[in-house]
T-cell receptor
Framework: TQLLEQSPQFLSIQEGENLTVYCNSSSVFSSLQWYRQEPGEGPVLLVTVVTGGEVKKLKRLTFQFGDARKDSSLHITAAQTGDTGLYLC????????????FGTGTRLQVTL | NAGVMQNPRHLVRRRGQEARLRCSPMKGHSHVYWYRQLPEEGLKFMVYLQKENIIDESGMPKERFSAEFPKEGPSILRIQQVVRGDSAAYFC??????????????FGPGTRLLVL
């Protein structure tokens, strides 16, 4: 069974701080996706990283895929209250493209 | 341009009753995926369907759970004789074709099932 462990599980910070969320596995993935889920809603895709070592930036969010395609990180610069939510990584492996393997999730709270 | 629609958004059932969850994929999407999210956990894959076919049900519990995606109408996830452990959020996602490693699955808002 493939597992994606996210750390930290919970994170409470003040607006303006920086943070990094990690997503780790012992398995290799064809690609890895990051989602944000707000209370009462479904996950919304933020980014897909495909190539080992790839770095993608989305405004204040920076996503990195590990060289070995087993891990990923999400870095948020100058967090805002609107960044509050549950962040989920999800891995896709060749041959099982129909099912995403989701991480355990990181719940982020950003306060004023 | 409606996204993935799920209904009901909230469903309360007593132990032993049946729960029927509906999912209407995005327009033009013929592939549907169901996931379950237990409290304070990530999403777990349950089943992948195309129109009139179950392609992968490796994540579905062997008993009491079934899914269909008929030629016409929404996809249905049915849970018979519900138990308290079935209480969870059930999410449906859709894609226009088989979701490859570059293809996106679009998620609905979920159905929150509470079993009393």
């Amino acid at each position: 069974t493939q597992l994606l462990e996210q750390s930290p599980q919970f994170l409470s910070i003040q607006e303006g701080e920086n943070l990094t969320v990690y997503c780790n596995s012992s398995s290799v993935f064809s690609s890895l996706q990051w989602y944000r889920q707000e209370p009462g809603e479904g996950p919304v895709l933020l980014v897909t990283v495909v190539t080992g070592g790839e770095v993608k930036k989305l405004k204040r969010l920076t996503f990195q895929f590990g060289d070995a395609r087993k891990d990923s990180s999400l870095h948020i610069t100058a967090a805002q209250t609107g960044d509050t939510g549950l962040y989920l990584c999800a891995g896709i492996t060749t041959g099982t493209a129909s099912k995403l393997t989701f991480g355990t999730g990181t719940r982020l709270q950003v306060t004023l | 341009n409606a996204g993935v629609m799920q209904n009901p958004r909230h469903l309360v059932r007593r132990r032993g009753q049946e729960a029927r969850l509906r999912c209407s994929p995005m327009k033009g999407h013929s592939h549907v995926y169901w996931y379950r999210q237990l409290p304070e956990e990530g999403l777990k894959f349950m089943v992948y369907l195309q129109k009139e076919n179950i392609i992968d049900e490796s994540g579905m519990p062997k008993e009491r759970f079934s899914a269909e995606f008929p030629k016409e109408g929404p996809s249905i996830l049915r849970i018979q004789q519900v138990v308290r452990g079935d209480s969870a959020a059930y999410f449906c996602a859709s894609s226009p074709r088989l979701a490859t490693f570059k293809e996106t699955q679009y998620f609905g808002p979920g159905t929150r099932l509470l079993v009393l």
